[in-house]
Structures are given as structure tokens and as C-alpha cells.
């Protein structure tokens, strides 16, 4: 009977020093967290009225607006050149037309606040009315 109570706390013994021990060596360790870091960062920022903007290269900076080209090769091609939902394709006249025929204000305007199945500012909310604007004249420029 003896023996058995031997066995056992020596299992016993065995089970907790493979803890202490597993566990203090884990600790020691380095261990590189750069994976948990990239996995919790902030997918996003919150900008405020009046702050100064972060660019982060994507909107108008230093360098001035965007060019039409570089907004609708960003923001409006790929609507805009199969004609996604009705928008109208790039430089096609029986598309632009009907639209055009309200004036370029209302064609602005429906480009800034959105339209149908087309989005405030065409998704590119970091755009200036006069990058919109370009890019409308892009769109039409071969009319």
C-alpha cells in the first residue's frame, strides 16, 4: 500500500515540476509580438472639423489637387467604364448627354452628394469639388 502512495505523489510531483518549470521557461523566452501588434492596430482614423489633415499620399497635399485622370483611374473606373447600374461610361456621348443637357451644376452637384446608385463623391471622400469636377471633365472631355 505504501508503494502505491509513492507512485502517486510521485505523479503528482512529476505533473506540478513539469508545470513550474514549462511555465518559468516559457517566461524566459522572447517573444516577438509584431504579429499581434499588426492584427490589433486601427484600421482606420477619425479626422475632426478644423484638424489639420494627414495625407498619408492619397488626397491633395503639398503637390496641389489631383488631376482628373488620377481621381477616375482611383475612384470612378470601375463604374465608369463598363457602366456599372446605369452610370454612365466614360467619353460616351449617348450616356453623358441626357446628363449634361441639365447643366454641369446638377451634374456636379449629383457627383458631390450622390445619385441613384452612385455614392457621395463617386466613394473618394477625401476629394476637393474641383478634383470631382476634373474628373467629370475627364469623363467628358472626348464629347
Request: neutral net charge; proline residues 5%; contains cysteine.
Amino acid at each position: 500500500m505504501n508503494v502505491l502512495k509513492v507512485v502517486k505523489s510521485s505523479r503528482v510531483f512529476v505533473a506540478v515540476l513539469a508545470l513550474v518549470v514549462g511555465g518559468a521557461s516559457a517566461a524566459m523566452v522572447p517573444q516577438d509580438n509584431s504579429a499581434i501588434k499588426d492584427r490589433i492596430a486601427p484600421i482606420g482614423k477619425v479626422k475632426l472639423a478644423g484638424a489639420t489633415p494627414d495625407t498619408g499620399g492619397s488626397s491633395a497635399g503639398a503637390s496641389g489637387p489631383r488631376s482628373g485622370e488620377a481621381v477616375y483611374n482611383r475612384f470612378c473606373a470601375a463604374c465608369h467604364t463598363s457602366g456599372v447600374l446605369g452610370s454612365p461610361k466614360i467619353n460616351n456621348a449617348a450616356d453623358w448627354e441626357p446628363r449634361l443637357a441639365q447643366g454641369m451644376d446638377t451634374v456636379l452637384k449629383h457627383a458631390i452628394e450622390g445619385y441613384n446608385a452612385m455614392p457621395a463623391r463617386g466613394t473618394c471622400n477625401d476629394c476637393s469639388d474641383e478634383e470631382i469636377q476634373a474628373a467629370i471633365d475627364y469623363m467628358t472631355a472626348e464629347i
